[in-house]
């Protein structure tokens, strides 16, 4: 199939995209300046070009604004992770469970048109004769689209590209199971250009830490299985086993030390979330992280966050969903700290991985060591990650626990502290609490990718986080739940009316926030 008959519904989703889609796709990818073919592919020009819009857009890192309304103001906040003191919408918007269309369909329109439709590129381009290249982007596609799948629900996944005119969604199970297959082609194509030692073609394209390594992909996409088996562990143990086990057990295994953690590296872009928060003012620490962190006295704190310019030295998180009148009522709360002052945006670092290993072994799976070990090496590689001492001292403290929230301008936004476990392990305690402190550990460790923290939040319920003040929803989300989905894009209903319509019967419930997503089920976490 010639990329000029892909479906326009699904590429044209961007609802402000920089260049408008047409049905002329075979003119716009016309070389104007008569490069032949033979030039294009020397040293694989043909295919690297479309690596770039892929790292750069699994997170947005340019303009600041696209990521505000593609991550910023979904998961950072709905992690517990940042809140903002400013009134969006007159405060009627995200935060307060009002879910806005026009901000939540840039998530969609970013994944498809950078990521997947770059991905199907390299696959024409590459797939079965620069196989390394194909391997590589089905790592990168992996990592962009679980997101998209952990968001809306069912989506647009393996009928990508095809000339239907309706473009069927998969389930999530179904998209989950392609990614497994898909992780399988990568990781095994990889190994064997590992095992014969071969020099590696991707160094001046690689916009990710690992420079070229193949090895260094191999131990990503691994870790990346693990994580994704532990997401659908309530819905197919059997499967997440398996899974979980042969990304341990694969010959080069999972990241294990803090030069595994994998970040994408631009030379030009800083994170946005320096510019949002320090520049902008629009988002500030979260009384939820003041709650916990500053609960447990963490040495991290001041890499995470800026102490309060109205109360010095002090950490001030923002509660979310509450009435905001003003933006200065908080703005001088503490900002987000030196961790986002860096052009190195991490997806996934090794302190996850080790947690990952951690709940496992608590399952009784193989994860090459103990709940309790894996548990203290987590925590361990997240202290060495920022080169924050004291991880000993911190993992031995069996007395604190979260703290209660205060907001000392208006107290209206004051509560009682929930996620009330202590770091330390507790042999004796249940699985139930021993996971708790597994999860709360990994979603400090994982700041400030609030995605992956929202998606762990909805699958364990971990860690507990305060719940909205004020729900514009219309019943539509559980104040206490929090907001579960993400709406099907307006763009998709009104291109591909019809695909939305699969999606909707495999969704199961209503096209609202509040629908849970297959992978997170209202069962016990065991």
């Known amino acids: 199939m010639k990329l000029n008959t892909i ?31 033979e030039l294009l592919e020397q040293d694989f020009n043909h295919i690297k070009g479309s690596f770039g819009p892929m790292f750069n857009n699994i997170i947005v890192l340019t303009p600041e604004w696209k990521y505000q309304v593609q991550q910023g103001l979904q998961g950072d906040i709905w992690s517990g992770y940042m809140a903002t003191g400013t009134a969006f919408r007159g405060g009627t918007n995200n935060t307060t469970y009002d879910l806005v269309d026009g901000w939540n369909g840039f998530a969609w329109g970013s994944a498809y048109g950078d990521v997947m439709f770059n991905a199907y590129n390299v696959e024409q381009k590459a797939k079965g004769k620069y196989d390394q290249f194909y391997a590589l982007s089905l790592i990168l596609k992996v990592e962009g689209m679980h997101r998209i799948t952990d968001t809306y629900g069912p989506i647009v996944y393996s009928k990508f590209g095809t000339t239907d005119p309706v473009i069927a969604y998969d389930s999530q199970d179904e998209v989950y199971n392609q990614m497994f297959k898909e992780l399988d082609i990568a990781v095994a194509e990889l190994t064997k250009r590992v095992d014969a030692n071969e020099a590696s073609t991707f160094v001046t394209t690689d916009l990710s830490s690992y420079k070229g390594d193949y090895k260094q992909w191999v131990k990503f996409a691994n870790s990346l299985r693990l994580r994704l088996a532990m997401r659908i562990v309530k819905k197919n143990p059997t499967l997440a086993k398996a899974e979980a086990e042969k990304a341990i057990t694969q010959k080069y295994g999972v990241m294990t030390v803090n030069a595994d953690t994998f970040k ?13 928060s320090a520049a902008w003012g629009d988002i500030r620490m979260s009384a939820d992280m003041e709650s916990i962190m500053g609960g447990y006295a963490d040495p991290r704190l001041p890499i995470f966050f800026n102490t309060s310019v109205q ?46 290993r951690a709940e496992g072994a608590l399952r009784g799976w193989n994860m090459g060591g103990t709940a309790q070990s894996l548990y203290e090496m987590g925590i361990t590689a997240s202290f060495d990650q920022h080169g924050v001492s ?71 319920g971990y860690p507990k986080l305060l719940p909205v003040l004020k729900n514009t929803s219309g019943g539509k989300i559980d104040s206490n739940l929090g907001v579960r989905r993400v709406n099907f894009v307006q763009s998709e209903k009104d291109g591909n009316a019809g695909g939305v319509a699969t999606g909707l019967t495999k969704l199961g419930g209503a096209d609202t926030g509040g629908t849970r997503l297959w992978w997170d089920t209202t069962g016990p976490n065991f």
């Open 311 to 356: 109360f010095p030295g002090q950490f001030k998180g923002v509660r979310t969903g509450i009435e905001i009148a003003a933006k200065a009522d908080h703005v001088d709360f503490s900002a987000i700290g030196p961790i986002v002052n860096s052009k190195e945006i991490v997806l996934m670092n090794t302190a996850e991985v080790y947690l990952l």
């Open 390 to 460: 004291g991880a000993t001292a911190y993992i031995a403290d069996n007395v604190k626990t979260a703290k209660a929230y205060v907001d000392p301008n208006f107290p209206a936004n004051n509560g009682a502290a929930l996620n009330n476990v202590t770091v330390a392990w507790d042999v004796a305690a249940t699985n139930e609490v021993k996971l708790q402190k597994i999860i709360t550990q990994k979603w400090i460790a994982g700041f400030p990718e609030g995605q992956e923290a929202w998606s762990e939040y909805r699958r364990t």
């Open 264 to 276: 994408v590296v631009s030379p030009t872009y800083n994170n946005p979330i320096a510019t949002i």
């Open 7 to 37: 479906k326009r519904t699904a590429i044209c989703i961007s609802l402000l995209a920089a260049v408008s889609c047409t049905d002329n796709f075979e003119e716009i990818n016309t070389n104007p300046n008569g490069i032949t073919q």
